[in-house]
């Protein structure tokens, strides 16, 4: 089935440096994806939706300047958490959808940021 | 109020038994129905899709109702390979995906 890869899969960094997550959909075109974020014992939550050619569409409460998206291509969306901070510190997941079928998703292997 | 809710559990079974939890979802726009599973620190992978009949694959099955905007997953003879965290999600007609904090189940020998 279909693949979708993040890397890297965890990273260390200090407060203020920018961390970038890469997405890639490795056997088919995402013309969308999503990125997400889940602290411990919490839901996945919904961050912005990255379209390829276009800008991203960023759900309430994420601020732009600080999560930018970049959907360069049909298969590699990335995310750059700017200036990053120990409350960034979170599981990030992006998915990108199956296509044939209604709303189901492909979800990358997530990247565990941890900002000291 | 969420937009999805899940009894967080923990449930804790024996091999063997049979364990069933519910989710329930407040917008009734809601268009697709998915029990996914997710392991400690790993991404969510699905485990299946929800149909308005009811669905069964293998020892689990799925039930949804509209009218009251609830969905539930049944295992049947569990497997210790069954502990994890069930997620509840719920989608409308543009991709997105609403979860469920999940639902912890530990199948125990």
């Known amino acids: 089935g279909a693949v979708v890869s993040q890397h890297p899969s965890w990273v260390i960094c200090k407060s203020g440096t920018s961390v970038k997550i890469e997405c890639r959909s490795l056997?088919?075109?995402?013309?969308?994806m999503f990125w997400y974020r889940q602290f411990p014992k919490q839901s996945l939550m919904l961050m912005a939706t990255?379209?390829?050619?276009?800008?991203?569409?960023?759900e309430q409460g994420v601020e732009k300047d600080k999560f930018l998206i970049n959907h360069a291509s049909l298969t590699l969306s990335t995310l750059t958490v700017t200036s990053a901070h120990p409350e960034d510190s979170s599981f990030y997941i992006c998915?990108?959808?199956?296509?044939?079928?209604?709303?189901?998703?492909?979800f990358g292997p997530g990247t565990r940021l941890t900002v000291l | 109020r969420k937009e999805v809710e899940q009894d967080p559990g923990p449930f804790n079974v024996p091999e063997g038994a049979t364990v069933a939890f519910n989710c329930t979802y407040s917008?009734?726009?809601?268009?697709?129905f998915f029990w996914y599973r997710q392991d400690c620190r790993k991404e969510p992978k699905l485990l299946m899709s929800?149909?308005?009949s009811g669905n069964e694959d293998g020892r689990f099955t799925a039930q949804l109702n509209r009218a009251s905007q609830y969905i539930s997953l049944l295992i049947r003879d569990s497997k210790l390979s069954d502990s994890a965290t069930y997620l509840c999600?719920?989608?409308?007609?543009?991709?997105?995906?609403?979860f469920g904090a999940g639902t912890t189940v530990t199948v125990r020998a």
């Open positions: 998915s990108a959808p199956a296509g044939g079928v209604y709303n189901e998703q492909f």
């Open positions: 056997d088919f075109q995402a013309t969308t």
């Open positions: 990255s379209n390829e050619g276009s800008k991203a569409t960023y």
């Open positions: 917008n009734s726009a809601s268009q697709s």
């Open positions: 929800v149909y308005s």
């Open positions: 999600v719920v989608g409308l007609n543009d991709y997105k995906l609403s």
